[in-house]
T-cell receptor, first 114, second 112 residues
Framework: IAGITQAPTSQILAAGRRMTLRCTQD?????MYWYRQDLGLGLRLIHY???????GKGEVPDGYSVSRANTDDFPLTLASAVPSQTSVYFC?????????????FGPGTRLTVL | GQSLEQPSEVTAVEGAIVQINCTYQ??????LSWYQQHDGGAPTFLSY????GLEETGRFSSFLSRSDSYGYLLLQELQMKDSASYFC?????????????FGSGTKLNVKP
């Protein structure tokens, strides 16, 4: 693995179903983030983690949960999907020790909730 | 709260210079970044300003004025491959951790 990966690439999901989006990075970055991007809008932060074992809420956390059991993985779970969660989801990581840091983004997961 | 404003779309011709502005209102402001995103792709980092002034990286330059809560991205010698969306993002320091807030993006159309 080089950089940050996400799975699946895309998914069509029935409303009410549970879904976990996976994110893995191999850069040993402490900080990880989940964003959603909707057409015509920028990236909105869902949840973040500044180190393994800790997580925090972003701008739009409702309906989503995250965990950070180790440095590399940061899964995002939709407990009961709704159509308004149709979006492109990006995972990102950064070296939290550098406040001027660059975020590295995964390729994204395109999720459609019907 | 946090808010960022940038133009929704800009059109320029190949070889020209274009400036994309970004104004922000952010508590705990620490710095301003710029990201490029091609259609269907992931955002990629272009530049970062924490101090007032101009940062130059090849054909791209970024400027920040903290007193005016304003920054811009300057793209010179435009190429067709520069057609993409450009996002400004503020880094806000909260409880010793940095959060990022993105603008809604400026779609740059480069024409031959």
């Amino acid at each position: 693995i080089a950089g940050i990966t996400q799975a699946p690439t895309s998914q069509i999901l029935a409303a009410g179903r549970r879904m976990t989006l996976r994110c893995t990075q191999d850069m040993r970055h402490n900080a990880m983030y989940w964003y959603r991007q909707d057409l015509g809008l920028g990236l909105r932060l869902i949840h973040y983690s500044n180190t393994a074992g800790t997580t925090g809420k972003g701008e739009v956390p409702d309906g989503y949960s995250v965990s950070r059991a180790n440095t590399d993985d940061f899964p995002l779970t939709l407990a009961s999907a709704v159509p308004s969660q149709t979006s492109v989801y990006f995972c990102a990581s950064s070296d939290a020790g550098d406040l001027g840091n660059e975020q590295f983004f995964g390729p994204g997961t395109r999720l459609t909730v019907l | 709260g946090q808010s960022l404003e940038q133009p929704s779309e800009v059109t320029a011709v190949e070889g020209a210079i274009v400036q994309i502005n970004c104004t922000y209102q952010t508590s705990g402001f620490y710095g301003l970044s710029w990201y490029q995103q091609h259609d269907g792709g992931a955002p990629t980092f272009l530049s970062y300003n924490a101090l007032d002034g101009l940062e130059e990286t090849g054909r791209f330059s970024s400027f920040l004025s903290r007193s005016d809560s304003y920054g811009y991205l300057l793209l010179q010698e435009l190429q067709m491959k520069d057609s993409a969306s450009y996002f400004c993002a503020v880094t806000a320091l909260t409880r010793n951790f940095n959060k990022f807030y993105f603008g809604s993006g400026t779609k740059l159309n480069v024409k031959p």
